[in-house]
């Protein structure tokens, strides 16, 4: 299943442009309005989701990398062990490890990660985040879809 590997370097690839992009562009906590509910807002997050341990002193950027490196290296791992039929897996791991290593290589060039979605309504927001946090989303919501359709993949493998 590392078939799949080229989903990850297209996540990538398309998450490193958009935070170069955005990075050049615009200024820090600049936002532009792109429809009601949704702006392109300039943020850093030197915490892991939901900016966690964003103000813990420097020490959570190392941490994270080290944190992100490990995982990925377990995601390949997993992904050579998958049997031939569980594609949604492979795409799954594909997405997720590409997420994490657009937001490893952040953390370790820049010591915090790019984010720019802002989603909203009214006054509360969504805590804004990148292309590699949604990549990193889709593919766990596929782990949990096929989670709850296993036993039916594997009956019909058998």
């Not at 990538?12 to 532009?32: G, N, P, V």
């Not at 490196?69 to 795409?91: C, D, F, N, P, R």
């Not at 060039?109 to 720019?116: L, T």
């Amino acid at each position: 299943m590392m078939k799949w590997l080229w989903l990850s370097v297209v996540v990538l690839i398309l998450d490193q442009l958009s935070k170069i992009w955005i990075d050049t562009t615009m200024s820090l906590y600049q936002s532009i309005p792109v429809f009601p509910g949704f702006s392109i807002t300039y943020a850093h997050n030197y915490g892991a989701a939901f900016s966690f341990l964003s103000d813990a002193g420097g020490w959570q950027r190392w941490f994270f990398a080290i944190l992100a490196a490990t995982i990925s290296i377990g995601l390949v791992i997993w992904m050579k062990q998958l049997k031939h039929y569980e594609t949604l897996s492979a795409i799954s791991l594909s997405l997720i490890l590409g997420g994490a290593i657009g937001n490893l290589i952040d953390r370790v060039i820049y010591g915090y990660v790019i984010d720019f979605f802002d989603v909203y309504y009214q006054t509360y927001h969504w805590p804004v985040f990148n292309v590699a946090d949604s990549a990193i989303t889709i593919g766990v919501v596929f782990m949990l879809y096929e989670s709850f359709t296993q036993n039916e993949q594997e009956t019909l493998a058998d």
